[in-house]
T-cell receptor, first 114, second 113 residues
């Protein structure tokens, strides 16, 4: 069984400040890791994914994440946020070769303020 | 390329009724997954269909069922609706394996009164 923990339910940050959204996972097998963003009244959009290789993954909209196997973490970072980054962010995992079942964390609401 | 479409976008039903939601995947995608999103339980996997066969199933009661047609379009059905079934139901499509990006539709907002 897998689980994903997003410790911060809400993260307020000022515009142009850096931000880190934390994600830790637990799994007995190797997994793929994902970050999705959800804007109000919309579906989910993929920000980035880690499948293998370099542990630093770059995604869309200036986001990046680092996979740390020893700490079972996959934290999301952005060096300078914009008002338009206000949204809910979900970390997710899936089994290798096990189809498309995603296990999501509870989400982190990022609120960017002026 | 058109995205994932879900119909209807909003639905109001009463307890005990049944409901059918539809999802049209991106052209060429053979996998369709369904998720339930609620404030209390978050995002939970319902099931996945690939080439008309259920490939994965989440921990939901048998009242929740689905199917996939030969054109990859999928439907999910919920029978004997309960108040707790009120949720946003999201559909996602992808080419095949778990390494492929899943593209999500805008969801169907179901309210059970």
């Amino acid at each position: 069984a897998q689980s994903v923990t997003q410790l911060d339910s809400q993260v307020p940050v000022f515009e142009e400040a850096p931000v880190e959204l934390r994600c830790n996972y637990s799994s007995s097998v190797s997994v793929y890791l994902f970050w999705y963003v959800q804007y109000p009244n919309q579906g989910l959009q993929l920000l980035l994914k880690y499948l293998s290789g370099s542990t630093l993954v770059k995604g869309i909209n200036g986001f990046e994440a680092e996979f740390n196997k020893s700490q079972t973490s996959f934290h999301l970072r952005k060096p300078s946020v914009h008002i338009s980054d206000t949204a809910e962010y979900f970390c997710a995992v899936s089994d290798l070769g096990g189809g498309n079942k995603l296990t999501f964390g509870t989400g982190t609401q990022l609120k960017v303020e002026l | 390329k058109a995205g994932v479409t879900q119909t209807p976008r909003y639905l109001i039903k009463t307890r005990g009724q049944q409901v059918t939601l539809s999802c049209s995947p991106i052209s060429g995608h053979r996998s369709v997954s369904w998720y339930q999103q609620t404030p209390g339980q978050g995002l939970q996997f319902l099931f996945e269909y690939f080439s008309e066969t259920q490939r994965n199933k989440g921990n939901f009661p048998g009242r929740f069922s689905g199917r996939q047609f030969s054109n990859s379009r999928s439907e999910m059905n919920v029978s004997t609706l309960e108040l707790g079934d009120s949720a946003l139901y999201l559909c996602a499509s992808s080419f095949s394996g778990s390494y492929n990006e899943q593209f999500f539709g805008p969801g169907t907002r179901l309210t059970v009164l």
